[in-house]
């Protein structure tokens, strides 16, 4: 396993201890909250794959491997929070569970995750940034995809030396705690501490993606907004869905 495999790798290990934590902090147990967890974070990496795809068919065709395998190869943050969002609220709509205590215990772990999933990306020098001069900017290893990116559109010729880029990765490391800031100044205001997350983070995001080089952009930021947005208006959807006694009930309750 590459060092960006190993990075992904400890990000869902971290989100998945520390959704556990607050589970058993809340006394919120039961196997249909573990199963709804369990299923939003299959879905949420099974999106992050195919959304991935989607945006790089041209890819795929040449890959198939990108499609298929079990590797962390070819993941797309957005697919993450679209898959696991959509599948974690359906299913809690399902099981009768409250869709926004789930959330917000699910929340903290899945910031961490984001983060560490982009030092990932820091490492193995993926989403790198426009090419910058000024404060923070970062040095370009010759030969790199970076530097590879700058020969293609242009930047410098083959063999001149490599620019250097705006850190955009590592900007991207600090969005998701932002995002969880907002979430703990709101999370006792259930729905809305959920609802703040997801449109915090996805504001943040698609910013983010005006620094980054054009051909390590990954999706046009409206659609990366898009597909951020889309996740809390199905969260609205979930809670005008869910009867209100399922918020209120006594923990003990929604566990079986």
């Known amino acids: 396993m590459n060092a960006y495999g190993a990075w992904q790798l400890t990000a869902v290990l971290a989100a998945s201890v520390i959704t556990l934590a607050a589970l058993a902090r809340d006394r919120f147990l039961g196997w249909r909250p573990l199963l709804a967890v369990f299923v939003a974070g299959l879905c ?4 992050a794959r195919l959304l991935k795809v989607a945006f790089h068919l041209a ?18 943050m957005a697919g993450v929070v679209l898959g696991g969002t959509l599948a974690g609220g359906l299913l809690a709509l399902l099981l009768h569970l409250p869709w926004a205590r789930l959330a917000n215990a699910a ?6 995750g984001m983060s560490l999933s982009k030092v990932g990306c820091w490492v193995a020098g993926c989403c790198f940034g426009r090419v910058y001069e000024g404060l923070g ?4 290893e010759r030969f790199s995809d970076a530097h590879l990116a700058e020969i293609g559109a242009g930047v410098v010729s083959p063999f001149g030396t490599p620019r250097t880029m705006f ?5 991207e490391v600090t969005i998701p705690l932002v ?10 205001e259930a729905p809305r501490g959920p609802l703040v997350f997801l449109a915090v983070y996805g504001v943040l995001k698609a910013l983010a993606t005006l620094f980054r080089f054009p051909d390590a952009a990954g999706d046009p930021p409206l659609v990366h907004l898009a597909l951020y947005l889309t996740p809390v208006a199905a969260l609205v959807w ?5 009867s209100t006694k399922l918020e209120t009930a006594h923990p003990s309750s929604s566990r079986s």
Do not use: C, H, N
Request: aromatic fraction near 10%; charged fraction near 15%; avoid cysteine.
């Open 44 to 47: 949420g990496l099974a999106g």
């Open 59 to 76: 890819e795929a065709r040449e890959d198939s491997s990108l499609i298929w395998s079990l590797d962390f190869r070819g993941l797309d």
């Open 107 to 112: 929340i903290p772990g899945l910031a961490v």
């Open 137 to 140: 900017a970062v040095a370009v």
């Open 167 to 171: 850190p955009v990765q590592l900007l």
């Open 179 to 188: 995002a969880l800031a907002f979430w703990m100044r709101f999370k006792g």
């Open 238 to 242: 979930v809670a005008a869905s869910t």
